[in-house]
């Protein structure tokens, strides 16, 4: 079992940044793949980015590249998405999600543990 807490949300200008932050307690958090899914209202889940807990590589979406970025700090159980340059296109509910499949990344199903979830507003 995996807990996932996200904090960091918010109201923010376009243009602006924000680093959004995901506590996670379990054990063998070695064995997961951590992300973030998003979704906008009306929207279907966005994947977001990906990390894997042991090695730390990541993916992510091409369309993102450049403004997000996906770590994690091993010390604190912590998953982080910094997002910058921001668009009102962004708006959503950010989600930390977390699994022991390492394929099909993309796809919401893919994932066993969501948190609560996070907004972002950017106003333009």
């Known amino acids: 079992q995996v807990q996932l807490v996200e904090s960091g949300g918010g109201l923010v200008q376009a243009g602006g940044s924000l680093r959004l932050s995901c506590a996670v307690s379990?054990?063998?958090?070695?064995?997961?793949?951590m992300g973030w899914f998003r979704q906008a209202p009306g929207k279907e889940r966005e994947f977001v980015a990906a990390?894997?807990?042991?090695?730390?590589?990541?993916s992510d979406l091409d369309s993102m590249k450049g403004r997000f970025t996906i770590s994690r700090d091993n010390a604190k159980n912590t998953v982080y998405l910094q997002m910058n340059n921001l668009k009102p296109e962004d708006t959503a509910v950010y989600y930390c999600?977390?699994?022991?499949?390492?394929?099909?990344?993309?796809?919401?199903?893919?994932?066993?543990?969501w948190g609560q979830g996070t907004q972002v507003t950017v106003s333009s």
């Open positions: 990390i894997t807990w042991s090695s730390g590589n990541t």
């Open positions: 379990g054990r063998s958090l070695s064995s997961y793949q």
């Open positions: 999600v977390a699994s022991t499949r390492f394929y099909d990344l993309g796809y919401a199903s893919t994932w066993n543990y």
